[in-house]
């Protein structure tokens, strides 16, 4: 079956610089509608690859998601997000982007191009076949991302791959691709728009569900989320006043006494109050 670019064919639009702004946005509006249902169609991809997931990290491994530019960042995004909203280790969701962490606020030339980086990259984390590797990258043809999958592959590291492009070089090397197939961008070529939501979409439900089934949630409640503003104390006391049935000055003693919504649950609980 030949691979055909759609993230780089020509907009469904034209002529963008004589519409009105209400145009653009009307229009811009419009293609991103049809996202969603991109996703959809890929949810038994999606699904095959969280479970090995899940599996991994039960057993001790790690997610890695490797990437260049936008992909890239997507991708250091999700992974930052992980501790402070599940309360798990910085170490166990890891973003690498090509160029490295300079290349997440400006472009580093031809940092993608490179076929050596990405295994270099990984090997810096003593990457093992504990571990799963998700490479991103929307048009599936950039080299330092499949050049590491590649390099997983023959480490027996579990690989899998966030791609817009149906059939790519990228899919056809990761073990459980996920093809997302959103079409024309508004402005041809720009894949930070279409193809970075379908891209974030994807990756808030790898980790949100994974996180789910390794049992990080309650409910519905980030029971073990990081108290680091004020906010997430507040979100945290309530928690513990709604679980527990108790009034907010008793909710934020034992917050301040135990730091964290789920041990104050669970020593109120013990203590047999």
């Known amino acids: 079956m030949s691979f055909i670019k759609t ?9 963008l610089e004589k519409m009105s702004v209400s145009e653009l946005l009307k229009n811009i509006n419009k293609e991103d509608q049809t996202v969603p249902n991109a996703v959809k169609k890929a949810l038994p991809q999606i699904g095959i690859l969280v479970e090995i997931v899940v599996n991994k990290l039960k057993e001790g491994g790690r997610l890695f998601y490797i990437g260049a530019g936008t992909s890239g960042r997507l991708g250091i995004l999700d992974a930052s997000e992980c501790p402070p909203t599940f309360g798990v280790p910085h170490d166990l969701v890891i973003g690498l982007i090509a160029g490295g962490d300079s290349a997440i606020r400006k472009a580093v030339e031809f940092a993608e191009d490179s076929t050596t980086q990405g295994w270099g990259d990984l090997k810096e984390y003593n990457i093992s076949n504990k571990d799963v590797v ?8 950039t080299p330092y991302v499949i050049a590491a999958l590649e390099n997983c592959n023959k480490n027996n590291i579990i690989t899998g791959c966030i791609t817009c492009n149906h059939n790519s070089p990228l899919s056809q090397t990761a073990n459980y691709p996920i093809e997302v197939i959103v079409g024309p961008e508004f402005v041809t070529g720009s894949s930070r728009m279409k193809a ?7 990756l808030n439900m790898i980790t949100t569900t994974t996180m789910i089934q390794l049992g990080h949630i309650k409910g519905s409640k980030m029971i073990d989320m990081q108290l680091s503003n004020n906010k997430l104390v507040n979100r945290g006391t309530k928690m513990i006043m709604d679980a527990l049935n108790i009034n907010e000055i008793e909710a934020q003693a034992l917050l301040n006494k135990y730091k964290n919504v789920r041990l104050a649950i669970q020593n109120y609980t013990n203590a047999g109050k």
């Open 7 to 15: 993230t780089e064919q020509d907009s469904n639009y034209n002529h």
């Open 134 to 141: 998700i490479g991103i990258a929307a048009s599936g043809t």
């Open 196 to 202: 970075g939501t379908a891209q974030k979409l994807v």
